[in-house]
């Protein structure tokens, strides 16, 4: 079969035309059900038509385009991302892995090619979680993976899901009718930005995904006895404060020296009762770990719990280690992997191979098709910020290496 070559400068214009929606001085205020949210998928959804897909909106508020092929008994090959953004955040994440699979679509129209198998690209609802601090909302829908939980979800403002699903096209009521069985995709392709330094830093213009990281979050609880910050001497403390310090340092050796896992952060504290003359009683912190390997993060829970108990008792405090959230890492079939080497070989692209350090879409529609992703360089590996970006060539190598793996796809699966 001939390439189809994308078209790098249509790409380009629809990813700044997509990033001046919702744009502001402070960067991408594209938060998910937003009105700026509901006019990037309407802007989208223009882009999908002309490219010949016909669209809908499923129950669980996914924005779902496609273009039927040749043989009717084929499941669909899909693509897709997302278009919502974390507040004051970039112009490429989720929205290249939208932009580039629509351009891959009109690419085949453009050329009076058809697929065997239907074509799907889907924007995903809410895959931030900024409002509700639940994330991958719509891919998780479409995965069936939604609990209880993510249904009763409130806002800050004590709103719940139900009316922010109804502004953008679900329906809650109805969210479980946006759920797919396994085998209704022939397989899920996410072009994504890197959102590290990896590719950058080795100049490699494809990124192979090997996993997406699993995640492991705790709370920790530190009890000493809080009293006169004037009269009680040094050697008679017990500083909760001075204990989760600690313990702070201990997580970050265990992933920095100690290499346990991939990257371990104490990223939230709050002292009681955070007075300046009290000495602290009492201190939680949230822990996280992240590798692309089961293994690892339980090597890292059972540290921390050594470490926990070790300075305990050393300093006489109480230490509590409650387990709030585990999300296991999703690997990418080698197969998968492979073929996306190959669609990079045909462009003569070198690629590297990397777990997401991320979470994605992707890792939620794994349980129900086979699923690959393609990076592409972030410069200088920012992202969640304005100063998110990856070069026009980058963005068009990564659209070109996802138009050859569906073509791959089509003829094989
Ligand atoms: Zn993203």
């Avoid at 059900?33 to 508020?61: H, K």
């Avoid at 709103?159 to 922010?164: K, Q, S």
Wanted: glycine share 10%; net charge negative.
């Amino acid at each position: 079969m001939p390439q189809s070559s994308i078209n790098a400068r249509r790409l380009e214009r629809s990813l700044q035309e997509l990033g001046a929606i919702g744009e502001s001085p402070l960067g991408m205020q594209r938060v998910a059900f937003s009105p700026a949210d509901v006019a990037g998928r309407e802007y989208a959804m223009s882009l999908m038509r002309r490219a010949g897909m016909d669209t809908r909106i499923d129950a669980g508020g996914n924005v779902i385009g496609r273009k039927a092929g040749s043989d009717p008994r084929l499941p669909a090959i899909a693509m897709g991302s997302h278009t919502d953004t974390v507040p004051s955040g970039g112009k490429y994440d989720g929205a290249l892995g939208v932009m580039a699979a629509i351009e891959c679509v009109q690419t085949l129209t453009d050329s009076n090619r058809e697929l065997r198998h239907p074509v799907e690209v889907v924007i995903f609802a809410n895959e931030e979680g900024t409002r509700f601090h639940r994330w991958l909302i719509g891919s998780r829908a479409m995965a069936g993976m939604l609990e209880d939980d993510d249904l009763n979800a409130v806002d800050d403002d004590g709103i719940g899901l139900g009316p922010c699903l109804a502004d953008i096209g679900g329906d809650l009521t109805r969210i479980h009718e946006a759920a797919r069985k396994s085998g209704e995709l022939a397989a899920y392709f996410e072009l994504h930005i890197e959102q590290g330094p990896t590719l950058h830093q080795s100049g490699t213009p494809i990124g192979v995904v090997t996993a997406i990281t699993g995640r492991a979050v705790f709370d920790v609880e530190i009890t000493g006895k809080a009293n006169h910050a004037g009269t009680t001497p040094m050697s008679a403390r017990n500083d909760a404060l001075v204990s989760a310090s600690r313990l702070v340092l201990a997580v970050q050796r265990l992933a920095g020296e100690s290499e346990v896992c991939r990257v371990a952060t104490t990223g939230a504290i709050q002292a009681h009762p955070n007075a300046v003359n009290v000495i602290p009683g009492n201190v939680r912190i949230g822990i996280e770990f992240r590798d692309p390997e089961m293994d690892a993060l339980a090597a890292a829970e059972s540290e921390l719990r050594r470490a926990a108990a070790a300075v305990a008792a050393e300093d006489g405090v109480g230490m509590e280690i409650h387990r709030q959230r585990f999300t296991p890492p999703v690997p990418v079939q080698p197969k998968l992997q492979a073929m996306v080497e190959e669609a990079a070989r045909q462009c003569g692209l070198a690629t590297e191979k990397l777990p997401s350090g991320a979470g994605h879409d992707a890792q939620a529609i794994a349980s129900i098709a086979d699923m690959a992703m393609i990076f592409v360089p972030s410069v200088d590996g920012i992202s969640h910020a304005p100063e998110e970006f990856s070069t026009p060539e980058d963005c068009a190598n990564g659209a070109q290496v996802l138009l050859n793996l569906v073509l791959l796809a089509d003829e094989r699966f």
